[in-house]
């Protein structure tokens, strides 16, 4: 499954070095108090023969929230443990007082605790049907009347859905599909154009080419010139034995392990390049600031010879897989990823989100890979038993004509590679494109820092402006004085 | 099931006297060339597990169509054959020259010849697990793909959705879920704040009595009065054989039949208000014009003696029944219903469509009977193992909270029961109502005739100028000029 591992990127990978449930510490040094809970929820919204209710899990925090006046923040979890996107985004954190905003971040069902038949969800197709983005939404739908009828002061209240990649994909798909039930959705770094031909399947890798050769002379030049690199030393005897070595790597290869290395090399340069922030961040590794150019320091001269050219590459990778010094030995079955949520998301990514890639090695730094359907669905087929309806998406939610819904912020990072399929200039007054020229993968969402550019704080005083119009809208169309 | 039944009444009853599969000979004399045709689509949309695909009929009309600048009107089906909506959707016949239109005429999964499972579909919920209403948007989105992409010229065209009843709840859901695919909605007679307590459960029957209160003196009065007069006949020793008699039933009455039959009259007051028609009409049954009030002329007096009374009632009855001179019996089992289309929307009311009816005897004239959501779901689960989501429908579709969405006619006919949980305000410039006095059940759709009440034509009026609006948007909005 090697050639498809390549092309199941996730948007992002959470699971990385976290543990499948971090504890809430992160949240207590917040000071706001957070309730995590369950809901029961319908295993399917969309059929009545299964009965199934299942345990959804939420966070709620309260502390600034005002009843009056104020809103409900509402997270649409995406492909992960809820408590690590709590963690990571920190602006909703940061909003609250400001906004006497109620924090609500939902669980993805088939994630983190929301498991629709526990230890059993995973096991078959059977089992994984229920995974899809519309019973996500209908969980959010249902959860939101849930907390209207239950938590008191809850009802008269606006409430915006909140997203980041994947999630921020849902954010904005909530608002199209349930404009009753959210008065807007800030979708950061969102590319829910990145689907059939709506965006051309080589627009994400000439991105990360692009960060790559803004971050250093030659950078992406000599990363293009490593292929080969790889390919004649793996073809010598003792190039096996010496790439196993030079990589550091947790177990021998085999030339039958020479794409899976190439693919583990590349999808490291696409996560370096979707958390290229300006300040050092462990998001899916701990790293530098400016991760891009650390890694573009070793990567200076593309034309000296492979094994020299190989070593600097191990040199840059170096950058990610042990920046914090802890690493012994580096799995080219992993980036960042291996672990449950990821998983799933390749159910995910075989079924309805059908995101095409390619590359030509002309307009970008790797070698040559058509996008193709036929092997894409066979490979699917082989490890979930199900293929992919790669043109639901579009049918289902507008691809771009979606200029008829209203009050939805696309966030989007320049340097983010997610960027190019994502909505990057204003549809209408109200759906409206926020840009970040040195953002990379939604770093609007997190934590405000001292080192912030400006760019990152004029975005979320932007977004805050909206949301608070919407507010505002909500209260004053539809408010009954006291 | 007979206190279910009563609460099962069907949006319209298409089924009715007309065949299962009628023949095309109406359209045919409307000199427009209409060809059946099937296309495959998913029998679940919402899952990858079941990769089952069905033949989902649709017909479709070219005569006045022009690619250039023309319209593509879709028959939102409901619940029944889709080839008896064709043939009673005038309206769309005669506005396609007008506006250049493409006739679509989409049939409902489950009904018609658009079974999913062939003779299983309705062997057990196991099987009808897919009839739900966002699987049937989903069919129409599909279909409207499949004809942009295959049939040349319709890339480039506005689709409007067109429904009655049934059929424009679909239409108005259409344009709030799948905004993409439709410019506009004409949702005529479409109850679709008919759920929860969106409406008061009593004012259905409230406008039913309404109907016939101002269609005669004392003719509401002597149906509220003739309840006590069947109970007490019913009593006697020979009441059974002499209302057997008397109401000329196929077969005996005993005891436990008395409810269903009292049922059986109910519902044929309820038709007779929806048919309520200005001209002679076959739509249900084949009926005078003015129906409530030919049937009023036998109804004047509610203080006569039981056995007058209720003899009175059956003149009445008759007039529904026997019109047409070719009834031998009355069966109470039957209204108009009976067959398969209607079985299977008893499975979509116990589901989904739940529709809260209620009677005091005092601002209607029907017994009192209280709407018991506990009891109603208790029979759903006798009859087809499944229970009802009563709050579902107002979770996904929005309930009162649609003043986001755009583009929809919500039609109403005053005289129509179905009126009361219809939207007969405008919600905003583009959520417009338009209301009928004279009007009964989406008379509006009925082709046009000489005696046409001027309040009916201006009402077709003012909806086509809304759909003009909406083509030339379109094409002013989003056509490329060559």
Known sequence: MGGLAFLLLPFLAPMATTAVNPALRALASLNLQVFPTFQPNEVDHFGFYNTKTFRQRYLIADKYWKTYDGVILFYTGNEGDITWFSNHTGFMWDVAEKLKALLVFAEHRYYGDSLPFG??????????????????????????RH??????????????????????????????????????????????????????????????????????????????????AINRLSNTGSGLPWLTRTFHLCTSLNSEDIQRLKDWISETWVNLAMVNYPYPANFLKPLPSWPVK?????????????????????????????????????????????????????????????????????????????????????????????????????????????????????????LDPWSGGGVTEDLSDTLVAVNIPEGAHHLDLRSSTDTDPPSLQLARSVEVRHMKQWISDFYGNYRKQP
Not at 130 to 144: R, W
Not at 191 to 206: A, D, R
Request: with cysteine; hydrophobic share 35%.
């Open 119 to 144: 230890e059993d969800s995973f096991k078959d197709a059977k089992h994984l049907n229920f995974l899809t983005s519309e019973q996500a939404l209908a969980d959010f739908a249902e959860l939101i």
């Open 294 to 414: 650390v890694v573009c320091q070793y990567l200076t001269n593309p034309y000296m010879s492979d094994s020299l050219l190989v070593q600097n590459i191990y040199q840059a990778l170096n950058v990610y897989y042990n920046y914090s010094g802890e690493s012994r030995c580096n799995n080219i079955s992993e980036t960042t990823i291996g672990t449950l949520g990821s998983r799933v998301w390749g159910y995910q990514t075989c079924t309805e989100i059908i995101l095409p890639f390619c590359t030509n090695g002309i307009d970008d730094m790797f070698e040559p890979r058509a996008w193709d359907l036929e092997k894409y669905s066979d490979d699917c087929y082989k490890q979930w038993g199900v293929r992919p309806r790669p043109s639901w998406i579009t049918t289902v939610y507008g691809g771009k004509e979606i200029h008829s819904h209203s009050n939805i912020i696309f966030s989007n990072g320049d």
């Open 147 to 228: 907390l209207k009828r239950t938590v008191p002061g809850a009802d008269g209240q606006p409430v915006i859905a909140i997203g980041g990649s994947y999630g921020g994909v849902l954010a904005a798909w909530f608002r199209m599909k349930y404009p009753h039930l959210v008065v807007g959705a800030l979708a950061a770094s969102a590319p829910i154009w990145q689907f059939e031909e709506l965006t051309p399947c080589g627009v994400f890798m000439k991105i990360v080419t692009e960060d790559f050769r803004k971050s250093g002379t030659k950078c992406s030049e000599s990363i293009l010139r490593s292929w080969g």
